[in-house]
């Protein structure tokens, strides 16, 4: 349970807590049903396991293998913002649910609709753009 809160999971300590009670409460139960000798070598063994499990979770190698070595460095819809602007009209490439990709002035953007859900292959019409982000509304066909 301590190292399912150490590596698993993030947040209160709940498990952490658990497990180091249900630790303590072995080596009570070793000490009260088996006796003082196994109590002391159930003791020196918990104690020697937890070392050692500090010991290597402290080494620099052992949370070099569980971390993620990928540096993310795309962005999303980075565009030059006078190449778009409110007005201009495009098409839906998937569904924007509120938000999906569209090609606009033969550009794909990702774009945000803004009341209503728009299916693929509709009609769209640029509302605002705002720092990065491309705000569309469906045009009715009369």
Partial sequence: ??????LVIPGMGVAGVLGFLLMAVAVFLSYSRIGTTAGHYVLAGTIAVNLLFLVLALRANTWNRLMLKKNVDSRVNVFDQSGIK?????????????????????????????SEFIDEDQPIEVIKVEFNKIFVKHIKNN
């Fill in 1 to 6: 349970m301590v190292l399912l809160e150490i």
């Fill in 86 to 114: 409110p007005g201009d009209t495009g098409t839906t490439i998937s569904r924007c649910t509120p938000s999906g990709k569209a090609l606009i002035n033969n550009e794909f953007y990702e774009v945000h609709a803004r």
